[in-house]
Nanobody, 124 residues
Framework: QVQLVESGGGLVQAGGSLRLSCAAS????????MGWFRQAPGKEREFVAA????????RYADSVKGRFTISRENAKNTMYLQMNSLKPEDTAVYYC?????????????????WGRGTQVTVSS
């Protein structure tokens, strides 16, 4: 397993932007496909975006497609989530996760390492 720490959350008005970062402790960061998930109060955790080991393949939830961009810098052991045109319904705790596979996955059952989360609040 790899230790993950999220940062970059905060309070933003609707229509604004935030960039989340996920720093990994593992020097073999490039051996993991990575993902972002979120959980709003009273709701189940849901998939947001995921990226392959190499960063060449990504996938998004329909609710964020065209607004969010996932990326990674393997040399820095870091993954990012650029969030634009934020909406109040994007309010949630955002978690990064890692799984020892090549392809990005939208299912949390494949991820075996999780960060503690960072709060994103979008005001209307």
């Amino acid at each position: 397993q790899v230790q993950l720490v999220e940062s970059g959350g905060g309070l933003v008005q609707a229509g604004g932007s935030l960039r989340l970062s996920c720093a990994a402790s593992e020097r073999t960061f490039s051996a993991y496909a990575m993902g972002w998930f979120r959980q709003a109060p009273g709701k189940e955790r849901e998939f947001v975006a995921a990226i392959s080991r190499s960063g060449t393949i990504d996938r998004y939830a329909d609710s964020v497609k065209g607004r969010f961009t996932i990326s990674r810098e393997n040399a820095k052991n870091t993954m990012y989530l650029q969030m634009n045109s934020l909406k109040p319904e994007d309010t949630a705790v955002y978690y990064c996760a890692a799984h020892p596979g090549f392809l990005p996955s939208d299912s949390d059952v494949f991820y075996d390492s999780w960060g503690r989360g960072t709060q994103v609040t979008v005001s209307s």
